[in-house]
């Protein structure tokens, strides 16, 4: 079952790919959303799970600037999620 915190990390991360983000920025997120999909959509270990929650808080930690001020908030929203579902563990 998918808690979800974690789909809703993954819906604010896929928001940002219809937004004109800055393009390192853009590499970033992508990566982030892909990791984000992979366990939203897999049936992970526990372990797994939160190893990935960590690897999408490290992308995210590259993402400086935007250049768009809705993608900033979905990624600030989708920090939140990462920060409560990692605190849990």
Known sequence: MTDDRVRAVYDHLAATGELPVERTASRWLGEAEAVARDVVEGDLDPAVRERRLATIAELLDNVAETGDEIADDH???????????????
Not at 75 to 89: D, K, Q
């Open 75 to 89: 990624i600030a929203a989708a920090r939140v999620h990462l920060e409560e579902l990692r605190s849990e563990s």
